[in-house]
């Protein structure tokens, strides 16, 4: 089972970042270096908006159908990637592919808690919290590779395999679940929160940058998004089967682990997008050389992941796991923040060990600690709200990370390129620069990055104080909703 539920987490995280390090050679193709950020956006917006989605069928349908149909729009969603002429089609293709692969992250996890008791849960957590971080990780080594020695379309192309042979261990190796009763879907809440974090994703990518945030066009977009809360909310509370029942934000460790996992989620994500973006055109590396230093970014987070499995397995505890793992990555994020195109490279992998150790203990405590506290019968879509609330950070985050990044170009390089736009930048044009203007070129994009950087060290200070709210449940016992949140008849 667990081998199965595996195979399955390793596609959908491989499809989070394969991209990452092959974004200057798709740009350069398809659009200019200021969309950087479209590419990864959309397949986490929508994989946002499948988790809960697909934790909720799971639990109404039983995980291994979902599964199997998880993997089916995967596949459809590499196949729009691969053959996509423009860059918007590519990001539709990365959109349908965020939908499979939201779900079958989700709902691999899931399905441990149906087989594994509470105490147990840490430890398989922990392993599947190293296969994420193995995939993760090894997404931009593989992009990097591929892309340097073949079409960039390869990067769609060998899911296919992959995600075949996926769907023959998961039907092996994954027993099936009939459906609960007569399930009742949410499509109304599903549409609505869709709405919700697609706005958000808009306002965050287009504010401070394509438009100021006291413009008219800024007021209406915060505007719109408040509206679709208000509506989302409004859904949720009356839905027979809502898609995130609003009663568990009523449960401690739910809202503590999850507001932890948005702001890592920040901080993963965006690390992952624009270290690799950095070594390639500010160090000038190989796509493939430069998916090498998320290495030691996978080795912090599977040894850490593993760790905070193994102690959570023997003594039942897992509060201060995420207090100090935080901490490390504000350290991580500090380092990254003064990087310059002087930076020794050993300092630049030593920052992501860190990144990776502070990252790993918040996917498997997360993860259990809310599978302790939901009632049984929402196991599913509380395993899905870690994941979304983390994808949720990583959509919006990056989205955010990428106006700052856009922004941070034009206050840099607007005098220095002579007409030419910062934004249009490609890495056949900074190539091809005078070595004076390329060495001004790249310090500015270097400068570029820093204040995405410091915001995430910050972000993950307020990460470490929110993680002093969590509280101690022993693993080896449920705790039911009180009663005074029970559902209303």
């Not at 089609?89 to 509470?118: E, K, N, Y």
């Not at 490390?328 to 992501?352: F, G, K």
């Amino acid at each position: 089972m667990i081998i199965g539920a595996a195979s399955v987490l390793f596609i959908a995280s491989l499809g989070q970042t394969v991209v990452t390090t092959a974004l200057p050679a798709i740009l350069s193709d398809l659009g200019g270096l200021s969309q950087i950020t479209w590419v990864i956006t959309a397949y986490l917006m929508a994989a946002t908006v499948g988790s809960p989605v697909c934790g909720k069928l799971g639990d109404l349908f039983g995980r291994k159908a979902v599964l199997q149909v998880g993997i089916g729009v995967f596949l459809l969603g590499s196949i729009l990637c691969a053959l996509a002429p423009s860059l918007w089609v590519l990001v539709a293709g990365r959109g349908v592919q965020g939908l499979g692969g939201g779900g079958l992250i989700v709902v691999s996890m899931a399905a441990v808690a149906d087989a594994v008791p509470p105490r147990q849960r840490g430890r398989y957590q922990g392993m599947l919290g190293s296969v994420f971080g193995v995939s993760t990780v090894i997404g931009p080594l593989a992009g990097g590779f591929i892309v340097q020695h073949a079409p960039w379309q390869w990067l769609f192309l060998m899911n296919l395999p992959l995600g075949l042979a996926a769907l023959v261990t998961l039907t092996i190796c994954l027993p099936s679940a009939g459906a609960r009763g007569k399930p009742s879907i949410d499509y109304i809440g599903a549409g609505s929160l869709a709405l919700v974090l697609s706005l958000a994703v808009i306002t965050a990518s287009l504010g401070g940058s394509t438009f100021a945030w006291t413009s008219p066009e800024m007021m209406g977009l915060l505007a719109a998004v408040l509206l679709a809360l208000a509506l989302f909310i409004f859904v949720e509370a009356r839905a027979k089967e809502p898609i995130l029942p609003l009663r568990l934000f009523r449960i401690n460790n739910f809202v503590v682990s999850n507001s932890v996992g948005l702001i890592v989620g920040t901080a993963m994500f965006g690390t992952i997008t624009f270290v690799p973006f950095f070594m390639q055109v500010v160090k000038g590396m190989s796509p493939a050389l430069s998916g090498m230093f998320t290495f030691p970014m996978m080795l912090g987070i599977i040894s850490s992941s593993f760790a905070a499995g193994q102690m959570m397995m023997r003594t039942g505890r897992y509060r201060l796991l995420p207090v100090f793992s935080t901490l490390l990555l504000m350290l991580a994020m500090a380092s990254l923040a003064t990087a310059t195109v002087e930076t020794p490279n050993w300092r630049i992998a030593l920052s992501m060990i860190l990144a990776g150790v502070g990252i790993g203990p918040v996917m498997g405590v997360s993860v259990a600690a809310i599978q302790n506290a939901v009632p049984l019968n929402m196991v599913g879509i509380g395993t899905a709200s870690a994941n979304m609330f983390r994808l949720i950070g990583g959509s919006i985050g990056t989205a955010i990370f990428g106006a700052i990044f856009s922004m941070g170009l034009s206050r840099q390089l607007g005098g220095a390129l002579g007409g030419i736009n910062p934004r249009a930048l490609s890495n056949e044009m900074i190539a091809a620069m005078e070595p004076e203007l390329r060495e001004t070129v790249t310090h500015g994009i270097a400068l570029a990055l820093h204040p995405v950087f410091w915001i995430a060290a910050v972000m993950a200070v307020i990460a470490c104080l929110i993680s002093l709210l969590m509280v101690e449940q022993p693993l080896d016992a449920r705790v039911p909703l009180p009663k005074e949140a029970a559902p209303a008849e």
